[in-house]
Every structure is written in structure tokens, then in C-alpha cells.
């Protein structure tokens, strides 16, 4: 398992994992390239009456603690069986918590803070730049996504640093989508969106370009207001195609949208299906709120002819 996929988890899989792997996720961040652990205490010395290997204390050599512990950000800490490590509970704080990893070493990052400076970009503990993020914070081991509050592990300038913060439309309001890019809820009239055609699948029997291909060379066209305004790529000799690079635009409700999906052939360009948004009158129209509020839409005739999967997704 690489490290990408252990630690760049939403939030419905890392509540999933188990403590220990998401522990090991954690390590991971802190490891450099040589695979030894960087930025934390030197594991082999003593601060105070803190033993090497203890709970709350430095790690060992090679992220060795004692029976029971963990090495996570570089201190020894029993999991206690919970899905996110480190978490601590701060009653006078609003978002639900605080991070802590303090010891004998004298170290508190809890809430942005180190010694007495408090709320600075770069001091652990911060969402700056953070909001959204289902990682944790690598500095303070604290959260900055809408659910951190109900986990009690936001970092303490959550509130403060991510207002509107949200993860997924579900977040938003009704009348609002969440931005993939900045993680803020916005009027859904407001943002820019991005369309691509995640799948076209092909049921009927034609054999297209004559007997012997019974491929097709699909390419699909989306027509905006009644202008073409994007044309994808061609995909090759398939009955089941899917592309990456997006329509991107504002989506009024007031205009109408349609995709129209083509074979390319030598001899002409040949028609294979054209697909809209049917208004109570069964007439082309705009993209309903609904299916910008879905992020996409199937589009399944139910007669064994083709299958359409559209992704739309606010920027």
C-alpha cells in the first residue's frame, strides 16, 4: 500500500480504518526519504524524568515504544482503540477540541501554540490552509474538515480559519455547492463548474463503419444555448468509453444544455445519440439545481440502448 493511498483519505474512510493503520499513516508523514524520522525530539536523549519509549515520550530509535504504545509525530502514545489518535478535549474551545501532544518535554501544540505565541500561519496546530482537508494538520496532529468538531480534534483556529468550511455538497446549503477547490460553500448560480462524461456505454448490436468493426469511435460534443462549445477527444474502437478533461463553465438556469454523441468516421461523422435535460413540457433544458446539487447524473434510457454517466463539479 503506498503511501498516497494510507494517508490522502476522505472522511467516511478514515472513521473505517483502524487505529494502528491510521497510525501508520501518520508515521508516514513524518519519515523522510532514508525512511527515519524527522522534525521531532531526538529519541536518543532524555527531557526531565521522560523515559525514551514511554507513553508521551520521545520514540526510540526506528519508532520503537514500549508494549502497548504507538510511535505517532514522534511520541510514544497509547490509541486506546479510537479511529483518530491524538485527539484532545478542550471544554473552553469552540469547534469541539483541540489537538494536544504535550509531555515532559514541555511541548504543547494545542490550538496553533507554541510557548506563548498564539494564531501564527506557521506555528503546528493550524488550519491556514488546511480547510477541507481530510489529512491532518503535519505540525499539530489536528483536523480541519467539517467533521472534526463532532470528533473533538479540530485544530484550535478552526473556527476562526474555516468558516463555511465544507468537504462535499452536503455540507452547503440548499441553494449552494461546495467548491473542490477552496472548500467554501457557494450559490449554485455563482460557481464555475466542471462537466466531463465519466462513461458511455454502448448496448445496441449496429456494428458501426460496416460488418467487420462493431466498434464505435466515440466523441462526444456539448452544446450550450444551442453553440457548440467543447468537443472531447476521440476514443478508439470501444463500445465503452470515458474521458477526463472537463467542460469547463458557469451553468445558468436559464440555458439550455444538451450532449450530443458522435462516431467518428472516415467517410462522415455519423450520429449516435444526443442527450438533454427534459423540462415538464419533455422539451431540452438547463441543468436542474438538483443534479448540480447531485454532482452528476446517469442518464439510462432503460431500452438496452446506451448509458451515459455525467460528473459535474464546482470549482
Same mark, same amino acid.
Given at each position: ?15 473505517a480504518? #483502524? ?17 527515519v524520522?524527522?522534525? +521531532? ?16 515520550c ?8 514500549d ?11 497509547d ?12 471544554d +473552553? ?33 493550524s ?18 474538515? #467539517? ?32 467548491s ?43 452544446l ?5 462549445v ?24 436559464a440555458t ?22 427534459l ?22 434510457? +432503460? ?13
Amino acid at each position: 500500500m503506498s503511501p498516497a493511498f494510507r494517508c490522502s483519505l476522505d472522511p467516511a474512510r478514515r472513521l473505517a480504518l #483502524p487505529a494502528l493503520l491510521l497510525a501508520a499513516c501518520f508515521s508516514e508523514q513524518f519519515r523522510g526519504d532514508d525512511g527515519v524520522a524527522t522534525g +521531532g525530539v531526538d529519541s536518543g536523549t532524555t527531557s526531565g524524568a521522560c523515559t525514551p519509549g514511554a507513553e508521551t515520550c520521545p520514540c526510540l530509535d526506528g519508532g520503537v515504544c514500549d508494549a502497548g504504545l504507538i510511535c505517532a509525530s514522534q511520541l510514544c502514545v497509547d490509541l486506546g482503540g479510537t479511529s483518530r489518535p491524538m485527539a484532545g478535549t478542550d471544554d +473552553g474551545a469552540e469547534g469541539g477540541g483541540t489537538a494536544k501532544t504535550t509531555g515532559d518535554t514541555g511541548l504543547d501544540t494545542s490550538a496553533g501554540e507554541v510557548g506563548s505565541d498564539t494564531g501564527t500561519i506557521d506555528t503546528p496546530g493550524s488550519c491556514v490552509g488546511q480547510c477541507g482537508n481530510p489529512v491532518p494538520d503535519p505540525a499539530g496532529m489536528c483536523y480541519c474538515d #467539517p467533521i472534526c468538531a463532532n470528533m473533538g480534534d479540530c485544530c484550535g483556529d478552526y473556527m476562526l480559519a474555516c468558516p463555511g468550511v465544507c468537504s462535499s455538497n452536503d455540507d452547503c446549503a440548499d441553494g449552494e455547492v461546495c467548491s473542490a477547490s477552496t472548500h467554501e460553500c457557494l450559490a449554485i448560480g455563482e460557481a464555475t463548474y466542471d462537466l466531463v462524461v465519466d462513461q458511455w456505454v454502448d448496448h445496441t448490436p449496429i456494428c458501426w463503419d460496416g460488418a467487420i468493426n462493431c466498434y464505435a469511435d466515440p466523441y462526444y460534443q456539448v452544446l450550450y444555448g444551442g453553440d457548440i462549445v467543447f468537443t472531447s477527444e476521440t476514443v478508439a474502437n470501444t463500445t465503452n468509453a470515458s474521458w477526463t478533461v472537463p467542460w469547463s463553465s458557469k451553468i445558468s438556469d436559464a440555458t439550455v444544455l444538451t450532449l450530443a454523441f458522435w462516431d467518428e468516421d472516415s467517410l462522415g461523422d455519423e450520429a449516435i445519440v444526443t442527450e438533454c435535460f427534459l423540462d415538464e413540457g419533455e422539451i431540452c433544458g438547463p441543468v436542474p439545481a438538483a443534479v448540480l446539487r447531485d454532482g452528476g447524473f446517469l442518464w439510462d434510457p +432503460g431500452d438496452s440502448t446506451y448509458t451515459v454517466s455525467v460528473r459535474i463539479t464546482a470549482q
